[in-house]
């Protein structure tokens, strides 16, 4: 096992030992003999507490008891989005609403929000689980981690402070926007953490070298902590070599809990799930059956410990590979390779289907061309039809314009077999996000 001093699972010397060790390092046996306990417990309280869970298991005739083993997780019906809409606000949820600590909601781009909520048990797992995010990815008790994932609602803000907290760090509370701030900040306080979107990272640092300041080099940032949206390698490399520091995905889901579901190690090899909380299957999304270990396909999660909204199967749309091999790093908790983006954004583009995400990874790294981008999505004819607008790197002559464009939409139908018009922006024009990119705009008939 890894007990380097600075990483893994190791501790400063001097300080504690990490105090998760043992339940990231079980045996896998053991692992699952305390999934199984808990999966039981779970659809239990489902069972006893949820009417809509009641009413499934009782449809197909299976009941709490008849778990026996963790394959018997393949007989429970699948839990949607829709469900937590369907069942607005709290009736999805497994205890009464005094028994409850927290409420947060996605805004949803139609209709009723999906709201989630947690009693203060639950809140404390998350506490737990984000700790041991920020410990896996190098964070350790002292440091200074810069908050700039959105509080409110958004489970980003809350679910990285408290775990900021749990994990003994100084948490500064800075939440999206005040961009020059924000860089300000960073450098005073000496923060060696940062936490953002990916994007909202890139946001950042071009801020800093708009004011003259060199991240890399004026501040102490040395780990970034990104997730909440698909980025790609060539978009890490990017911010890592942008802003000198070493960037970690990490990945969750509001309904699930929040961020902190999975992260990765310094190995950057896959994210550990936290499989003590999560039972973690990938189907094919069509068939909804299992694929085998290493296959692509949608990452369905049941909570373990969940108090308040336990899920069972929860169908979360994002596409990615699992791997149980052991990782260097001495952690026996599964990796989930990275996700390479949402079944629901996946395009068809005379039949290839592309992710938006392997788009950035063709643009980020093109000379003259800068990490920002939206693919604008139209149907014409029977077919869907995209165009990249991208922009120019700063002091890029307009007179270059056209053939950059052509250069990029040559190395898009090179890469990834697409066909695509290309309208290249000047330095800036692309809207920059704050929290999550908005990378598709999508202009096909609603319901097509
Ligand atoms: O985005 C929670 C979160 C906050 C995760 C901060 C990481 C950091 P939601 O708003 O419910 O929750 O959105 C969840 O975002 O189903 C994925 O589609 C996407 N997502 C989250 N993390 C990643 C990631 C938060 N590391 C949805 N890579 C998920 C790719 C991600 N997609």
New binding site residues.
Partial sequence: MNTSTESGLGAKPGTARYLHEAQETMPREQLAALQLERLRATVRNAYDNVPLHRSRLDAIGMKPDDIRSLDDVQRLPFTMKSDLRDHYPFGMFARPRSSLTRLHA?SGTTGKPTVVGYTRRDIDHWADLMARSYWSGGARPGDVIHNA?GYGL???GL??HYGAERLGGVVVPMSGGSTERQVSLIVDFQARVL?S?PSYALAIAEVAEQQGVDLSRDSALKIG???????SDAMRREIEARLGIRAV???????IM????ACECEHHAG?HGWEDHFLFEVIDPDSGRPVSEGESGELVITTLTKEALPMLRYR???ITKVTTDRCDCGRTHLRIL??T??NDDMLIIRGVNVYPSQVEAVLVGLTNIAPHYQLVVERKGKLDHVTIETEVQPGVEPAAYDDIARQVAHQIKTMLGITTDVIVKRPGEIPRSQG?AVRVRDLRPKGA
């Fill in positions: 996605s994932y958004f489970t980003g679910g990285a936490c979107t902590m990104f997730g909440a949206e698909p980025w995905d990490i990945y969750g889901l509001s309904e929040g961020p902190g579901v994210l979360t749309r994002d990275r996700v983006g949402r999550k």
